[in-house]
């Protein structure tokens, strides 16, 4: 008897071993050691390599444009200069990914109607999306949505009033 129990020992022994994890290809660095700098050893070069960044999110969004957010004067939609750079830029990114889609948000200042800062967020939101469709974006990708005065950025004065009136394009996928 004891030798059919040495012997299921010794299988239940294999057993366990076998599934044993693996050793992983790169470790962590122990305590007190410094990581590798990013994008060193993998072989890939996509500029997200070490960073956690992945190609097409919205973080890789926010990291490779120039800015999120286009701003406008009082009481406009109109795209000015600044705009126009900063619409280029997410254009040429989201061309990269056509896959992607994103909504822009339209906000107002806290001056004016509810009613009245709506239409105007809406018509922001919708001047970008024009600004993006007539660049080559497929106007089906980008949704819109106005949140008018309901989403200050903080603060009341001119400087935080013109912070306000804004478009912010924001990746959904």
Known sequence: MASKTTILMLGAALVVAGCAKKR???????????APPAGTGTGINDGSV????VPGSAED????VQSDTVNFALDSYDIDPTARAILDGQATWLAQYPNVRVTIEGHADERGTREYNLALGDRRANSAKNYLAARGVDAGRITTISYGKERPLGGSGEAAWAADRRAVTVVIN
Do not use: I, K, Q, Y
């Open 61 to 64: 969004f926010r990291r490779s």
């Open 50 to 53: 070490g960073t956690g960044v």
């Open 24 to 34: 992983p290809e790169v470790l962590p660095p122990a305590p007190g050691e410094t």
